[in-house]
């Protein structure tokens, strides 16, 4: 079985741009999470897709949004890119409600 | 504020120690709890989940133990070896209502020398 895939892996973007993250969760899992790694503040949740609803959101600024797709990809879209926004971005997927996680490799972005 | 803390940062034991990772919460209501590791760069591996109703869980020579009272989870490392370094990482879920959402503790990076 495959595991969470995500793409890119890496990005270079620049101050003020908009960027879109894609996540491909392990086939069968409705649900679908995003997490901000940096070292200063560790990880951090963004917000949980489930069956193409938001069901849970972090703390995070509105220019942090996401959506679920009908097959549960999912995509993470971050608008007018900050330096702070420079992290490594984590996808967990699972099957059900407070089911173990699985995390894809994540998409480690650089703001210039 | 609900919290996960995991103390020490950072450990170095030589090949062959077992190793005892700590993972304090500051919610009894916690739901349920997951150990993970992390390479450099990495994503993350799932190593062990606990539910709430549970003490502990093992898989080979890993050993996580969920005490609810105290607000602890302790996670063994059996005859470390050199490919055991790595950080390591507890989640929770402090709530039902929080489903999904896990909060991790900042790691422990661990460093087994030959």
């Known amino acids: 079985k495959a595991g969470v895939t995500q793409t890119p892996r890496y990005l270079i973007k620049t101050r003020g741009q908009q960027v879109t993250l894609s996540c491909s969760p392990i086939?069968?899992?409705?649900?679908v999470s995003w997490y901000q790694q940096t070292p200063g503040q560790g990880l951090q949740f963004l917000f949980e897709?489930?069956?193409?609803?938001?069901?849970n959101k972090g703390n995070f600024p509105g220019r942090f949004s996401g959506r679920q797709f009908s097959n549960s990809r999912s995509e993470m879209n971050v608008s007018t890119l900050e330096l702070g926004d420079s992290a490594l971005y984590l996808c967990?997927?699972?099957?059900?409600?407070?089911?173990?996680?699985?995390f894809g490799p994540g998409t480690r972005l650089t703001v210039l | 504020k609900q919290e996960v803390t995991q103390i020490p940062a950072a450990l170095s034991v030589p090949e062959g120690e077992n190793l005892v990772l700590n993972c304090s919460f500051t919610?009894?209501?916690?739901?349920?709890l997951q150990w993970f590791r992390q390479d450099p760069g990495k994503g993350l591996t799932s190593l062990l989940l606990?539910?709430?109703?549970?003490r502990e869980q093992t898989s080979g020579r890993l050993n996580a133990s969920l005490d609810k009272s105290s607000g602890r989870s302790t996670l063994y490392i059996a005859a470390s070896q050199p490919g055991d370094s790595a950080t390591y990482l507890c989640?929770?879920?402090?709530?039902?209502?929080?489903?999904?959402?896990?909060?991790f503790g900042g790691g422990t990076r661990v460093l087994v020398k030959p």
């Open positions: 606990i539910q709430s109703s549970q």
């Open positions: 989640a929770a879920a402090l709530s039902e209502a929080a489903g999904n959402k896990l909060t």
């Open positions: 919610d009894s209501a916690i739901y349920n």
């Open positions: 967990a997927s699972s099957s059900g409600y407070q089911n173990e996680q699985f």
């Open positions: 086939s069968g899992h409705r649900s």
């Open positions: 897709y489930f069956s193409e609803t938001q069901r």
